[in-house]
C-alpha cells in the first residue's frame, strides 16, 4: 500500500496533516528560490562585483532548468513513488540551496584569495574573474535547486490524487498551493534580517535546511 494511502479512523486526521506537510514544503519550496533575489544587490553583487547582467543571466539559467525539468518531474515522481519522489525532490532543492552558501569558498580558491573582504576590495583584472567564476558557482547551485523545486508541484498533485476523495481534492490543492504565496510573503520579513546577522551565505543554509528537516518529519511520520 502506499505511504499516503492508510485507511481507519484516523483516515481524516492523518489527510489533513499531510496537507499540512504539503504547505510547509510548498513555503520551503519559494523561500528557497527567493534567497538570491534578496541577497544579491547589497550583498552579493559588492562582494563578487557583479552587475545586472550576471544577476539576469543566473535568474534566466534558473528560469530555464526549472521549466525544462518540470516536463519530466511527473514522470520521475510516478516512477519513483510519491513519497520516495518527494524525499528526492526537497532532498535536492535543500542541496541546492545550500550550495550557494560555498560559492564564496570556491571563488576564493579559484582567484587565489583567501576571505570576502578580499573579494570586495580586489582591483583590476581579476575583478573580471572573481565575477565570472562566481557567476559559474552560482549557476551550478541554481540548476541543483531547479532540479529539485521542479518535483514539487507534481509530487503534492499526486498526493492529493492518491489520498484525498474527490470532494476535498480542490480544497487540499489550494492549501499547499496557498504556501506559494506565504514563502514570497515571508521571505522579505526574514532573509534580509538572516543576512545582516549572519552572513548571506547562513541564510542559504538555514533556508536549504529547512527542507532537511521536513524530510526529517515527512520519513518518520508517513
Known amino acids: 500500500m502506499n505511504a499516503f494511502q492508510k485507511t481507519g479512523e484516523k483516515m481524516t486526521n492523518y489527510r489533513w496533516t499531510i496537507c499540512a506537510m504539503l504547505f510547509f514544503a510548498t513555503t520551503v519550496n519559494y523561500l528557497d528560490r527567493q534567497v538570491l533575489s534578496?541577497?544579491?544587490?547589497?550583498?552579493?553583487?559588492?562582494?563578487?562585483?557583479?552587475?545586472?547582467?550576471?544577476?539576469?543571466?543566473?535568474?534566466?539559467?534558473?528560469?530555464?532548468?526549472?521549466?525544462?525539468?518540470?516536463?519530466?518531474?511527473?514522470?520521475?515522481?510516478?516512477?519513483?513513488?510519491?513519497?520516495?519522489?518527494?524525499?528526492?525532490?526537497?532532498g535536492v532543492w535543500s542541496a541546492g540551496a545550500c550550495l550557494h552558501a560555498v560559492c564564496g569558498i570556491v571563488t576564493e580558491a579559484q582567484v587565489g584569495l583567501h576571505s570576502a573582504a578580499e573579494l570586495a576590495g580586489a582591483t583590476g583584472d581579476v575583478v573580471v574573474t572573481i565575477a565570472t567564476v562566481s557567476m559559474y558557482c552560482f549557476l551550478a547551485a541554481r540548476c541543483?535547486?531547479?532540479?529539485?523545486?521542479?518535483?514539487?508541484?507534481?509530487?503534492?498533485?499526486?498526493?492529493?490524487?492518491?489520498?484525498?476523495?474527490?470532494?476535498?481534492?480542490?480544497?487540499?490543492?489550494s492549501i499547499f498551493?496557498?504556501?506559494?504565496?506565504?514563502?514570497?510573503?515571508?521571505?522579505?520579513?526574514?532573509?534580509?534580517?538572516?543576512?545582516?546577522?549572519?552572513?548571506?551565505?547562513?541564510?542559504?543554509?538555514?533556508?536549504?535546511?529547512l527542507g532537511f528537516i521536513w524530510m526529517g518529519i515527512l520519513g518518520v511520520y508517513v
Not at 514570497?184 to 549572519?198: E, R
Open 38 to 90: 534578496l541577497t544579491w544587490d547589497e550583498f552579493i553583487k559588492p562582494e563578487f562585483h557583479w552587475d545586472e547582467s550576471h544577476y539576469g543571466t543566473i535568474t534566466s539559467v534558473f528560469s530555464i532548468v526549472y521549466a525544462i525539468c518540470m516536463l519530466f518531474a511527473g514522470r520521475f515522481v510516478d516512477w519513483m513513488g510519491t513519497k520516495k519522489g518527494f524525499l528526492w525532490a526537497i
Open 144 to 173: 541543483i535547486l531547479a532540479l529539485g523545486e521542479a518535483g514539487n508541484f507534481p509530487a503534492a498533485i499526486k498526493v492529493t490524487a492518491e489520498y484525498f476523495p474527490k470532494k476535498d481534492r480542490a480544497y487540499a490543492t
Open 177 to 209: 498551493n496557498a504556501g506559494a504565496s506565504i514563502g514570497a510573503l515571508i521571505a522579505p520579513l526574514t532573509i534580509p534580517i538572516l543576512a545582516k546577522m549572519f552572513g548571506w551565505e547562513m541564510a542559504f543554509i538555514v533556508i536549504g535546511g
